[in-house]
Structures are given as structure tokens and as C-alpha cells.
């Protein structure tokens, strides 16, 4: 009866057991898999944005250096493009954001050719009149022994984001961007004629970090006179700053009793940035700035910074363009369709 009793608790045991295993077992192999997914699938968008462009997508680009047109594609061109216009060694979030802008501006480009003589059939030039594009044999003359790194991480950024661009009111924006803010970005009709909803003066604090933040320049006081056509005062003064903007720069200034708009000192003196200091020293006139650039848009400095803080590309553009949506180039395909034909 003893050993009928024994077996009897061995074979309950046995049963109560098994399913017990069989659910750890089934748990570890759900983990097993779970673990063994691709982590470098797209991060979701919030707005759903999915676009594959069609293979004739291409941008017509006047080289400089060979005075000929090349015509690349799209998405070959963006990358280009964000390699050319911000350091490679930028956060990955700050890449993607920039690619946006790219995209953006050579879309409306396409929709809508700017004032700017294009020569031959180009859309765009390689040069600051458009946006800095550099093709891979340059860069790799550029970067050397870290193009492949370089390449490959501004190519993920463009991948990540591909197909999407900023739009207002269901118009591509103007995705204007600079290097380095003074603390602040400006409103647009602050230094252009006019005001643009979506360009509007916001703070950029990460700016501090960036090497181009303070600069100095030292011009004679002959220099002065010339660059801008006057005679500077007996007191020993430059002139007055009689107004600034939202943004902190230079809006008005006096100088022996001629009128300059900050943007007009910058452009004269080439300074780095509007927002500037001066005083005479002897003979000499020395020029405080901060900042570089002309302040609208997005700071990359600051998109860097921002994603150091772990904010996304999404959270980037929001920031510095305001009241944008994220959305799909797929709906002009018919625009660009007419446009070439």
C-alpha cells in the first residue's frame, strides 16, 4: 500500500511539472526571438510617412568645378547634400533632420525654380546660391580614411527619413538653416522682406557648445571707412546700435549719421553673424560677434545639441520651423510629372 502510494505522488508530480516546463520552455523561445529581431528597422513616424520615389526622380546639378550638368538622383543628391552642409560626426537625429531640410528645399526647388539664374538646364548649382552638394569621389578626397564611416552614417540618416519633406499648408516650406544661433533664431522678415508663419524667432540655447558661437575681428579704422563709406568720429566711438531684433541681433545702427540695418554691417564688414559688438581702439576697430549664419530656420549646432539631449529628428524640425507637418513627396508626383514633360 506504501509503495502504491509513492508512485501514485511521483506520477501527480510528473504531471503538475510538464506543463510547468512547457510554458518556461515556450517563454525562453518567445525571448530567444524577440531578442534575435533586426534593431535597425525605421523608427516609426508619427504621422505615418512612407514614400518610395520613383527611380526617374533625378536633380540636374551645374557643377562648378567641371562647368557641366550632372544628373543625379534624388535620394543620391540628399546625401550629398547633408555630407556637404553639416559634420558627419553630428548626431544621428541632427543628421536625419537636416536631411529633411535638404529634401525639402530641392523639392521646392523643383516645383517652384527660384529667382537665382540656374545656367544651362540645371535645377540647382553645388554652391551656396542653392545648397553645398558634393559627390562621393569628392568626398572621398574630403574625408579619406574615414569616408566609408562617414558615408555610411550619412546614408542611414537619408534611408531613415527618405521620401519625407516639411510643408506648410500643404506647400513644401522654405527649409532655410545656418550653422550657429546666438541663443536665438530670428523671425525671417527680421533679415529678409518678409515674415513666413513657420520662420518665427525661437530660443537655441544648445548653441553655447559650438566653436563658432563668439568670434572677433579686427579692422583698422581706414578699413571701416571704406567698407562702409563713411568718416567714423573724432570721439573715438564706432557708432550707435539703435535697435535689435526679437532674435537678439543688430537691427539698426548709427554710424556718423548714416542708417545700416544690422544685415548690412554683416554683409559690408563680412562678419560671421548680426549680432555684434564694437569699439574703437586706438586705430584699430574691434568686432564682437556671436553666432554664425543668418539666424532663420534651424540651427545645426543647435539640432545637434538637441539631439544629444535625445530628442528626435521629428522633435528638431518641430522646434525650429514652426506649425509644420512631416508629409510625403508622393503627393506631388503628379506636380513634378507635369513639370518635366
Known sequence: MKRLLIIATILCTVVLIIPTMMVLIGDRSTQQMTMLEPTNQKPAVSNQVTYEPQADVSIQVFRSST????EVPLEEYVVGVVASEMPATFEMEALKAQALTA?????????EPGDVEVPGDAMVTDTVMHQVYQGKEELKSRWGGDFEQNYARIKEAVLQT???????????ITAAFF??????????????????????????????????FTSEKVFTKAEVEQKLGVSLPGDGSVGSITARTDGGRVASVSVAGKEFSGREIRDKLELNSSDFDWQR???????KTR??????????????????????????????????????????EAKLTARAE
Open 281 to 287: 581702439q586706438g586705430d584699430q576697430v574691434v568686432i
Open 162 to 172: 527618405q521620401g519625407q519633406v516639411l510643408t506648410y499648408d500643404g506647400e513644401p
Open 179 to 212: 550653422s550657429t544661433s546666438n541663443g536665438f533664431t530670428e523671425n525671417s522678415e527680421d533679415y529678409w522682406p518678409n515674415p513666413i508663419p513657420y520662420l518665427r524667432s525661437v530660443e537655441s540655447p544648445w548653441d553655447e557648445r559650438s566653436p563658432e
Open 103 to 111: 529634401r525639402t528645399y530641392i523639392l521646392r526647388q523643383m516645383l
Open 67 to 70: 562647368e557641366q550638368v550632372e
Open 291 to 332: 553666432g554664425w549664419g543668418h539666424g532663420i530656420g534651424m540651427s545645426q549646432y543647435g539640432a545637434d545639441g538637441m539631439a544629444k539631449e535625445g530628442k528626435n529628428y521629428e522633435e528638431i524640425v518641430h522646434h525650429y520651423y514652426q506649425g509644420v507637418s512631416i508629409q510625403s513627396m508622393e503627393s506631388y
